[in-house]
């Protein structure tokens, strides 16, 4: 596993990082179109969403639908410059997109499905740089425990935006973490900054990360999500607002910044052993995935 992690070329690592930053983003806005539709009778009744374009009749249903198909293809085009295997790992996905809406109509942890959603890449990054999840019970460990900590990072955050509805939420009977745990909500946020700095940790540990990463990426997760635990002020939304968005930034940008060093300072320690620029004379995803 730490051979393979290390074996991606540069070139491979930056382009399918591109790759995955658009296609989050595309498929990001289609689960926003598909919530906004699922919701546009409970959207005119909150305060934050009540302008949203189809609450407000700016644009119909019908058309909000064929807007939703042209994302998704235009996502499928992104996911069909990965490897094949992709598909496989990439497709389910769509169940939770479609689903996630409903779960707060029925539960007070939507957040959790919505960290189910927003955390699938962690499955679809090992196959995406030729990695065989079913044939490497490490790599699958770890994507397993990364997805793991994933969603609890994004249960927090989240937990922290749903605090900006909550008087209109209760009044329009929309379920939330933040309703079912108003009162403890800072003991809740700690508890899950625990689990997602645990669960990084033990995917690292799988996936044969150096120090670099532990200090890095962990490191840095403690520190800010510490910090935003700390200074959010819940009762104010306009509060509430920035540290969602601007602590997801924090501490994604220092998760992110402990992976590439990481992976630079054991390449070059590869390159050191093998006497070359391991990237000339092997490829990783070339290996696996030949061109045909």
Same mark, same amino acid.
């Given at each position: 596993?730490?051979? *393979?992690?290390?074996?991606?070329?540069?070139?491979?690592?930056?382009?399918?990082?591109?790759?995955?930053?658009?296609?989050?983003?595309?498929?990001?806005?289609?689960?926003?179109?598909?919530?906004?539709?699922?919701?546009?009778?409970?959207?005119?009744?909150?305060?934050?969403?009540?302008?949203?374009?189809?609450?407000?009749?700016?644009?119909?249903?019908?058309?909000a639908?064929?807007?939703?198909?042209f994302?998704?293809?235009?996502?499928?085009?992104i996911?069909?410059?990965?490897?094949?295997?992709?598909?496989?790992?990439?497709?389910?996905?769509?169940?939770?997109?479609?689903?996630?809406?409903?779960?707060?109509?029925?539960?007070?942890?939507?957040?959790?499905?919505?960290?189910l959603?927003?955390?699938?890449?962690?499955?679809?990054?090992?196959?995406?740089?030729?990695?065989?999840?079913?044939?490497?019970?490490?790599?699958?460990?770890?994507?397993?425990?990364?997805?793991g900590?994933?969603?609890?990072?994004?249960?927090?955050?989240?937990?922290?935006?749903?605090?900006?509805?909550?008087?209109?939420?209760?009044?329009?009977?929309?379920? *939330?973490?933040?309703?079912?745990?108003?009162? $403890?909500?800072?003991?809740?946020?700690?508890?899950?900054?625990?689990?997602?700095? *645990?669960?990084?940790?033990?995917?690292?540990?799988?996936?044969?990360?150096?120090?670099?990463?532990?200090?890095?990426?962990?490191?840095?997760?403690?520190?800010?999500?510490?910090l935003?635990?700390?200074?959010?002020?819940?009762?104010?939304?306009?509060?509430?607002?920035?540290?969602?968005?601007n602590?997801?930034?924090?501490?994604?940008?220092?998760?992110?910044?402990?992976?590439?060093?990481?992976?630079?300072?054991?390449?070059?320690?590869? $390159?050191?052993?093998?006497?070359?620029?391991? *990237? $000339?004379?092997?490829?990783?995803?070339?290996?696996r995935?030949?061109?045909?």
């Amino acid at each position: 596993m730490a051979a *393979s992690y290390t074996t991606a070329s540069p070139t491979s690592v930056l382009s399918t990082s591109a790759l995955f930053f658009i296609g989050a983003l595309i498929m990001r806005g289609a689960g926003c179109t598909i919530n906004d539709l699922w919701d546009r009778n409970l959207d005119p009744y909150v305060a934050r969403t009540q302008f949203r374009p189809i609450a407000r009749g700016a644009i119909s249903p019908k058309k909000a639908v064929i807007f939703t198909g042209f994302q998704l293809l235009t996502g499928l085009g992104i996911l069909l410059q990965f490897p094949t295997s992709c598909l496989y790992y990439g497709i389910p996905s769509l169940f939770f997109v479609a689903t996630y809406p409903l779960a707060k109509r029925i539960t007070h942890y939507p957040q959790f499905v919505l960290g189910l959603t927003f955390s699938w890449g962690a499955f679809m990054g090992f196959p995406a740089l030729g990695i065989d999840l079913l044939a490497d019970p490490a790599a699958l460990k770890a994507a397993i425990i990364l997805y793991g900590s994933c969603v609890s990072w994004t249960v927090l955050y989240d937990m922290i935006y749903a605090h900006m509805d909550i008087k209109d939420d209760r009044k329009a009977g929309i379920k *939330s973490i933040a309703l079912r745990h108003d009162k $403890e909500t800072k003991a809740v946020l700690s508890g899950l900054a625990v689990t997602q700095i *645990s669960l990084l940790a033990f995917a690292g540990t799988f996936a044969g990360a150096g120090s670099v990463f532990f200090i890095g990426s962990c490191g840095s997760a403690i520190a800010t999500l510490g910090l935003m635990i700390w200074k959010v002020k819940l009762k104010s939304v306009t509060n509430c607002w920035w540290w969602f968005k601007n602590g997801a930034w924090l501490t994604g940008g220092g998760i992110s910044a402990g992976l590439l060093g990481d992976y630079l300072l054991r390449r070059d320690d590869v $390159e050191l052993q093998t006497g070359s620029d391991y *990237s $000339e004379v092997y490829d990783l995803r070339n290996q696996r995935y030949p061109s045909k």
